[in-house]
């Protein structure tokens, strides 16, 4: 039989494969962007979200904050560099006052991060105070990103269509948060461990909502004509990539 850390080695694997192509789930809108050389109506919130996330899930798997972490690490690390080249790319194709917008959170950003890095460090000498510290911010800022999928789920609810929340994406964020609650559980770590519970429960809710409001959603597409669907497809594409900004690794 397969020892324990070997079997939380193999989860942590694939949950790594499962969050790097949740990571990539922004792509298409990036590639309308670059095709457009415009930003359209789309917005950075997102991104510089989980860039923040990422850096905070990176500085809580080193060794010397939280030991044995080093798949929360590579994932997360890969995660930081490829909402970086969207952020980039919004850059790049945004006016003034949207670039300085991106330049203002990502110096905020990075001010909160040396606070955390020097609070870490010096002020605190034990592993276990650092997990607790950086664990609950973790835990924080992960809890307040859920109000992205909790826009869409109330969406959903109010408009008995699921056009705006689509069905593959929500799968592997079910798919995503329960493999990694499992990871979190194999050798308990209570600060992975509630988020992507948390995570799991909603993909859950989505899955449910999307089997309640499917049909209803049909006849809608198929009342409103391709007109009313093409007409929402800059916003529903927008609402999904917010999802990536409460990604739980």
């Keep these: 039989m397969m020892r324990t850390e070997s079997i939380r080695t193999v989860i942590g694997i694939i949950g790594n494969v499962i969050s790097f192509f949740l990571f990539l789930s922004p792509v298409p809108t990036f590639v309308n962007i670059c095709k457009a050389k415009s930003v359209q109506s789309f917005k950075p919130d997102p991104y510089l979200a989980t860039i923040l996330n990422c850096v905070m899930w990176v ?16 994932i997360n690390g890969i ?13 790049i194709y945004s006016d003034w006052p949207k670039r300085r917008k991106i330049l203002m959170v990502l110096l905020v950003e990075a001010i909160f991060m040396a606070v955390v890095v020097v609070v870490t460090l010096v002020a605190t000498h034990k592993i276990h105070t650092r997990t607790v510290i950086v664990g609950a911010l973790c835990v924080f800022f992960n809890i307040g990103m859920y109000t992205s999928p909790l826009t869409i789920m109330s969406q959903v609810i109010r408009t008995k269509s699921v056009k705006f929340m689509p ?25 992975l461990f509630v988020p992507n519970l948390l995570g799991a429960i909603s993909g859950a809710v989505q899955l449910i909502l999307y ?34 900004s409460s990604l739980q690794v």
């Design 211 to 244: 089997a309640c409001y499917y049909k209803t959603t049909q006849r809608e597409d198929n009342n409103n004509g391709a007109g009313a669907g093409g007409g929402a497809s800059n916003n529903g594409v927008e609402l999904q990539n917010s999802r990536v």
């Design 167 to 191: 069905f593959y994406l929500s799968v592997a964020n079910f798919a995503n948060g329960g493999i990694w609650t499992v990871y979190a559980l194999l050798k308990f770590d209570i600060w």
């Design 79 to 91: 995660g930081f560099f490829i909402e970086l080249a969207y952020i980039s790319i919004f850059f």
């Design 59 to 74: 500085w809580y798997g080193m060794p010397f904050i939280h030991p044995d972490s080093t798949l929360v690490v590579t």
